[in-house]
């Protein structure tokens, strides 16, 4: 089972995972909650209503990772589009984005401190390495954080496509860049084990 992701009876999946391992996801989804930004102030109202339509921002997000968590809905498939089409674009996308991306990145925060949880309940229990036993939804959590965890990385490595990632493959070990794409190729194996785990 190290560095696999296997079911558990009843649902969920389980993963040894060691000390080292167990460090290295837990600083990457801190620095993703960091990224995302925090949830809503403790002094806003205590109102449901209120907060189901409250506006989010309007404009993409500068950082280029945050672009990529939180891309455009509307785009062009077939490439360049016309002035007139690419300014239609933007306003749906604008529209779209200030209804949605407050509760996007709401279930990001989430996944993310789930994982954080997980990690620490683990840690924890006992010292070492240990089995991390998941629940089907805290398994679809993990799933939505490792998902994050990657664009993330793939956005600062500046992987757009698979030809991107077999180049990653080949990257001398001197490269100062190593160390991120070993992090990233590693979770697409956790996040590819979880996938078929979860996969009925």
Known sequence: MPGTFEPL????????????EIS???????QLLELIGPGPA?????????????????????????????PDAY????GTPTA?????????????RRFTENDLRAGKRDNALAVIHSLDRLSAAG????????????SRQWL????????????????????????????????PRKPMVMAYLWLGGLQETLITTLTP
């Open 84 to 96: 007139d089409r690419a300014e239609e674009q933007r306003a749906y996308s604008s529209e779209f």
């Open 144 to 175: 939505g954080c490792l998902n994050d965890l990657r664009l993330a990385i793939g956005s600062r490595l500046d992987v757009v496509d698979e030809e991107d990632t077999d180049l990653l493959y080949r990257l001398p070990d001197e490269d």
């Open 42 to 70: 403790e002094d806003a109202p205590d109102d449901p209503l209120a907060e189901l339509f409250a506006e989010g921002p309007s404009e993409p997000p500068k950082d280029p990772v945050l672009r990529r968590l939180f």
């Open 24 to 30: 290295i996801i837990r600083s990457l989804a801190v």
């Open 127 to 138: 010292e070492g390495g240990a089995v991390l036993e998941l629940s089907p939804d805290e």
């Open 9 to 20: 009876p009843g649902g969920g999946a389980a993963v040894a995972l060691d000390e080292v």
């Open 75 to 78: 785009s062009d498939p077939e």
